[in-house]
Each structure stands twice: as structure tokens, then as C-alpha cells.
């Protein structure tokens, strides 16, 4: 018999208080000076920097440190050392959930894992905090939700800019009407990549210091690739332009600025998508497209995507921001700043906010703030789920090369031929199994 989908809204009305009871009985519940012993799961550029901002947080312990690459695991524990942590250096992830004296797993692994992962640390009776996308196909974002409910675990997502005091202040701005009625919003990354991209390097034997089985897990076997891999510590991850583990610059920037527009709307879902691109610049062997936009229908507004890879108007050498055009005004945010541009005759003023803080360890404070007095954080899972299903509604409008209508009900699209789309068979012996 086919399972019926996850209806969203009826699942945590029904787990909410259960969660709540999980969460008290737990033996977890800290007072603000308790060590909180943490272990970090992919540890190469981005994982390092959640390990260097987590042991900032008072009262966070090092206590591991985990990757199948060997210069990243020798690498972390050393940047551990430095700062008075004796993080112990592991190979395998599954040591980290089983051993019951860690508190808290940060997962910052290839998108692939990050579902696997975030459900059996829950399982296992941890908090969580896991870099964003959520999850590579739609079907997986409702079992972390339901992970993380079942077992009364915090989890945060690495959408940080939902800590930044001026994304905040932004968001206000667009819920108390200020600037109107919108009816358009935009977000976008541009960038100036030269033409080589990230080349064409041939297969060839895995490295002797990297566990080629383990990394791919779940993910289809394949045999290695400098590219595919592409998790070096001086380099931007290449991972994320493979189907087979990301979702191009779509799920990578893209969820950070559509993440804004979905916490500015209270969380809406886009009920239609249809998107278009492809590789018209780059000639290297990446998969995802290097030009794409996507329109994303709200309803009551339209969002709209889009990114580039030849292109920056000669500002710098990366754009990346939203605005939403409302009739009296337009409101522009990124990481920097934000800044509102009246419509003329609309008798708003012009008005304009800085950065003062980085959001990053503002997010990070806030989970563990979460893991002690066991209040949703800024990024729970679930609001990461529903940015990152956007996300992946795009790319697969893009590759299905059709619109996309969104049943938010039934958490599935009502083309029953993009059905089989939605899911992701996981390479044995893996099972997402809540």
C-alpha cells in the first residue's frame, strides 16, 4: 500500500505536546553555566568555522571532532588545540552518535548527509545544529521535522541571517505594511567565475587519506572525482554543483535569500514554480546550471530568482541580496545592510540600518541558548525544510522543464508525473528512517 503524505500542520499539532514532554523529561534541560559537550560532523571550510564560533559559546566543549578526510579531521583537532579543547579526532560519524556523552552534533557534511544525519543524532537523543539545505530531495525535509518532534530534540539550521538583528528589523519593516502592498519581491547571487570554471579533471583513484565509500553513504556509487569530492580546505566547496549531492546555486545561496522572503511572509510556501536556465557560460564538467531564474508564485506576490556566473555589473566580485518592491516603498537587504526607497508621494522616509553584529555566532548563541532552555531557535528545522523544498521545487521545474504546483496539504506537487522526482532512493545499506 502507498504511504500517505506527511500532512504538516495536523503533524505537529498532534506532536507538539509531546515534544514538549520529551523535552522536560530528557535529562537535558542545562542551567546557564553547564558544560555542553558538542562534536562536529564535517569539519572542511564551513565546518571549521562552526567549530571555531561554537567554542566561543560559553560553556561549549569541543569534545570531537569527525571527517573522512584526513587533512580536515587532522586540521580541526589542531584548531581545537588552540583554543584549549582536546577534541578527539573521528573517522567514522556513528561513533559520535553513539557515544552518549555528547550533547550536541553539528552536522556541516556535503548536502547528501545532512537528512541521514540530523535523524539519527535525533534518534540518539541530540541537538542539533545542520548546515543548510535541509535536505537534497522534498520527501526528506518532513521526516527531519518528525524526527526532531518525535524525539524532543532542538534543531537549528545554518540559515544565519535569521539571527542578524537587520534581516530582523527588515522583516519587521515588510510584516507592520510600511512599504505597502507588495506584489514582487527579488533575490539573486551574482558572480564573475572565469570561463574554466572548475575544470575538467579526469576520475582517478581516490586519495589514500579519504574514505571514498563513506563520503559518498547514501548518495549513488560512483568512482571519484577531484570535482565531485571537492571539499579541500582552501577551496569552495565543488560538491554542491552535482545533482547527486546538492543543488547548485540554487540550495546553496539561493535558500539565504529566500529564506528571508518566507520569514518576512510568516513561513508562506510558493503554491506554483516554473524556472529556466542552463550552462551558457562555464566549461568545466559542473551539472548545475551556471544562468538560471525562477518565478515563484506566492499568491498574493511574485518571487523571483536569479543568478549568473559571468556577470557582477563590475561592483564586486559577488552580489547577493533581496528587495521587496511594496506600492510605497522598496526595502533592499543582504548581508551588510538594509535600506528602504520610498515611492515618490508616499510620505514614508527613506531609512537605512547597518550591520552591527555578525549573525553567525548571534546564531549559533541562540541555539545554544535553545539546547539549555529548550525554546524553538531562530532557524528551526521545519522553517529550513520549507526554504529548502522551495529551493528544490526550482531545480526541479528546471530539470522537469514544466511548472510545478505545490499541495502544501499533502506536502507534494499535484503533477503526478514530478511525483518519483520528490524522493531520493538512498544507496544501501543507508535508510532515512525516523
Request: net charge neutral; proline share 6%; with cysteine.
Amino acid at each position: 500500500m502507498e504511504k500517505q503524505p506527511v500532512d504538516r500542520r495536523n503533524f505537529i499539532k498532534q506532536t507538539a505536546a509531546g515534544a514538549l514532554t520529551t523535552s522536560i523529561f530528557t535529562g537535558n534541560v542545562r542551567g546557564a553555566n553547564d558544560r555542553i559537550s558538542a562534536a562536529f560532523i564535517g569539519v572542511g571550510v564551513m565546518g571549521g568555522e562552526n567549530l571555531q564560533v561554537a567554542m566561543k559559546q560559553p560553556g561549549v566543549v569541543a569534545t570531537a571532532v569527525c571527517d573522512v578526510y584526513q587533512p580536515n579531521l587532522e586540521r580541526a583537532g589542531a584548531i581545537a588545540r588552540r583554543e584549549g579543547h582536546q577534541a578527539r579526532e573521528v573517522h567514522d560519524f556513528r561513533e559520535i552518535l553513539a557515544d552518549k556523552s555528547i550533547d550536541i552534533v553539528c552536522i556541516s557534511t556535503p548536502d547528501h548527509w545532512h537528512p541521514y544525519m540530523t535523524v539519527e543524532a535525533c534518534k540518539a537523543g541530540k541537538d542539533v545544529y545542520v548546515e543548510k539545505p535541509a535536505c537534497v530531495a522534498i520527501d526528506e525535509g518532513p521526516k527531519m521535522i518528525e524526527a526532531a518532534r518525535k524525539y524532543g530534540r532542538i534543531v537549528q539550521a545554518g540559515t544565519w541571517q535569521r539571527s542578524g538583528e537587520h534581516f530582523q528589523k527588515a522583516c519587521e519593516i515588510v510584516r507592520s505594511g510600511e512599504l505597502g502592498e507588495i506584489a514582487f519581491t527579488r533575490t539573486w547571487i551574482y558572480n564573475n567565475t572565469p570561463r574554466e570554471g572548475i575544470g575538467n579533471p579526469p576520475d582517478a583513484a581516490p586519495p589514500n587519506d579519504l574514505d571514498w565509500d563513506l563520503w559518498l553513504g547514501p548518495a549513488p556509487k560512483r568512482q571519484f572525482n577531484p570535482n565531485r569530492f571537492g571539499v579541500y580546505p582552501k577551496k569552495y566547496s565543488y560538491f554542491r554543483y552535482f545533482w547527486d549531492y546538492a543543488g547548485g546555486h540554487l540550495t546553496d545561496s539561493g535558500i539565504h535569500v529566500i529564506d528571508i522572503v518566507h520569514m518576512a511572509f510568516n513561513e508562506r510556501m510558493p503554491r506554483s514554480v516554473v524556472a529556466a536556465g542552463g550552462k551558457y557560460w562555464l566549461q568545466d564538467d559542473s551539472e548545475t546550471p551556471d544562468t538560471m531564474q525562477v518565478g515563484f508564485d506566492y499568491g498574493s506576490f511574485l518571487g523571483a530568482w536569479e543568478h549568473r556566473s559571468n556577470n557582477t555589473e563590475g561592483t564586486t566580485a559577488r552580489l547577493m541580496g533581496t528587495t521587496f518592491h511594496g506600492t510605497r516603498g522598496t526595502l533592499y537587504v543582504d548581508r551588510a545592510l538594509y535600506r528602504v526607497t520610498p515611492e515618490k508621494g508616499s510620505g514614508i522616509e527613506a531609512s537605512e540600518m547597518k550591520r552591527t553584529a555578525n549573525p553567525h555566532p548571534l546564531h549559533w548563541a541562540n541555539f545554544i541558548d535553545c539546547v539549555r532552555t529548550r525554546n524553538k531557535p531562530n532557524s528551526d528545522i521545519e522553517t529550513c525544510v520549507r526554504s529548502s523544498s522551495a529551493c528544490l521545487l526550482g531545480n526541479l521545474s528546471y530539470q522537469a522543464k514544466t511548472r510545478l504546483d505545490w499541495d502544501e496539504q499533502k506536502q507534494t506537487v499535484l503533477q503526478e508525473d514530478a511525483r518519483p522526482y520528490l524522493h531520493r532512493e538512498y544507496r544501501s545499506p543507508w535508510k532515512l528512517e525516523v
